[in-house]
């Protein structure tokens, strides 16, 4: 057969088609518009609403921003909290229809709304399915304020196939309460005075059926303190919108980069993340400092001295690299990121993606890995914590000179007691040294890694295992909405 007939025997070598790198650059296009959320919207919607014109149809969906098709917020509290306010304040953001169970009431049916009971299954719901279906007719997401309070109310929705993005609860006690409804009696506090015989059988109402007409919505949830400071609510609203469900789409090998300072726990999550998703765990610090074959078996003990444990070890140790120490030298000399390049770029990193820490230290590391289009991490978490929890945390990590031990308890042994050193790491003026240089440089690392809501910061002073939740969330979920697709 002659030559050029065949991928095989091409005419030339340079004929050769790149097939792999064409495959990736789809994969990676397909990710990045989540294309399998958008098809999936256009189908689920196709099939719900059973247009007579489909194709029309598709074109009027294809108009919303948002690939998993329009938000739609539920808001729910106990009554007297300022809901209404954070609501509005919410679709506003975003570009939503406010739908207000007691508004509608007031402004379409002239009825007191003090004098109804919003719970009452027929009458409101159905000025209120009324309205969301309005919003949904003209492709128009929106926020249901207070709505719905009863099981009944939520089976009319999901019989009418409307279904939530996100579900946010303002939770209060009943004594903040009727504290804060006391203040607007005095009027140090704006909103609506109600008797409190009135308002405490409001609140009655609410605990014995909340529970139940949230109970469809329990994986989408989100509760909110409610007499938190104004602006933390707010924002939690906002961040909490801004995050996409979970895609149901293949998604590409994670490539994931974790920032933090010594003792925020940032090689414990990395490594708890890797172990999860299946993917690579590289830690730059250690693979730089030691670039032979080795295996560590406190490679999972961290900078906050607890044992990362219940989880299974990632694929490979943190510094095994399967070439020899005079070829990897070699290699590592010819990449542009050295040895941590060189781990990157191995078979299993591009197979199933890989996380890292302890590599990204400068503006310059940061750019080159971002410039990377097959290094270029998808995800990037900047851990920020105070000196106080970073010393708190490192206070009790010693390590034994003799065998290489890494403690985090005092040893029974006092033969192993007398060869514990602290690290110098570990030091209090080290340790807050490292800590406002990181401060000092992560505004600049963040903005060469780039934008595009793949950067997030997150504050790691709390519960280790919160933080790890975060974590997860932001990196399984798809990139959370932008300022530019509201």
């Known amino acids: 057969m002659a030559p050029g007939t065949t991928l095989e025997d091409p005419v030339t070598k340079e004929h050769v088609p790149d097939l792999g790198t064409g495959l990736y650059e789809i994969t990676e296009y397909l990710e990045k518009q989540q294309a399998y959320d958008l098809f999936d919207y256009l189908l689920r919607d196709l099939l719900v609403s059973q247009p007579k014109d489909p194709l029309q149809h598709m074109i009027d969906c294809l108009q919303v921003k948002v690939p998993c098709g329009p938000l739609q917020v539920f808001v729910c509290s106990p009554p007297g909290v300022g809901r209404s306010q954070f609501c509005k304040e919410l679709a506003s953001e975003f570009g939503l229809t406010y739908i207000s169970a007691g508004e509608l009431l007031r402004e379409s049916l002239r009825v007191d709304v003090a004098k109804v009971d919003l719970a009452d299954d027929k009458g409101v719901s159905e000025v209120v399915l009324e309205a969301v279906k309005?919003?949904?007719?003209?492709?128009?997401?929106?926020?249901?304020?207070?709505?719905?309070?009863?099981?009944?109310?939520?089976?009319?929705?999901?019989?009418?196939?409307?279904?939530?993005?996100?579900?946010?609860?303002?939770?209060?006690?009943?004594?903040?309460?009727?504290?804060?409804?006391?203040?607007?009696?005095?009027g140090s506090v704006k909103g609506q005075y109600v008797d409190p015989q009135v308002q405490l059988a409001r609140l009655n109402m609410y605990t014995c059926h909340t529970s139940a007409a949230l109970e469809a919505y329990a994986a989408k949830t989100k509760v909110i303190d409610a007499f938190a400071p104004p602006e933390f609510i707010a924002s939690e609203m906002e961040r909490t919108v801004r995050m996409m469900p979970r895609s149901k789409g293949p998604g590409g090998p994670p490539r994931v980069v974790l920032l933090g300072p010594r003792g925020s726990g940032v090689r414990e999550h990395a490594s708890r993340l890797a172990a999860r998703l299946g993917a690579v765990f590289v830690d730059g610090g250690r693979l730089q400092s030691t670039s032979v074959r080795q295996d560590e078996p406190s490679s999972l003990q961290g900078a906050t001295g607890t044992q990362a444990g219940g989880y299974s070890s990632p694929r490979k140790t943190v510094t095994s690299i399967d070439l020899p120490k005079e070829k990897l030298e070699n290699i590592a000399a010819q990449d542009v990121l050295g040895t941590v390049g060189v781990r990157l770029r191995q078979a299993d990193c591009k197979k199933h993606g890989y996380v890292m820490c302890g590599f990204v230290s400068s503006p310059d590391v940061a750019s080159v890995l971002s410039e990377d289009a097959y290094l270029c991490p998808t995800r990037i978490i900047a851990l920020r914590a105070s000196v106080n929890v970073c010393l708190a945390r490192l206070r009790h990590l010693t390590v034994d000179k003799v065998t290489g031990k890494v403690w985090t308890t005092r040893p029974r042994d006092e033969n192993v007691r007398k060869r514990l050193t602290r690290s110098r790491e570990d030091m209090p003026e080290a340790v807050a040294t490292a800590c406002k240089a990181y401060d000092a440089n992560l505004p600049s690392i963040l903005n060469a890694l780039g934008s595009g809501g793949r950067c997030m910061e997150m504050q790691a002073d709390g519960d280790p295992e919160d933080v790890y939740v975060d974590i997860i969330e932001f990196v399984e979920r798809p990139l959370p909405l932008g300022s530019s697709e509201k």
Request: proline share 4%; charged share 20%.
């Open 134 to 186: 309005q919003a949904r007719k003209s492709m128009q997401g929106f926020v249901l304020d207070g709505f719905p309070r009863t099981r009944m109310q939520t089976s009319l929705l999901q019989e009418n196939a409307i279904v939530p993005t996100h579900v946010l609860v303002l939770k209060a006690s009943t004594e903040q309460i009727m504290e804060r409804h006391a203040s607007i009696q005095d």
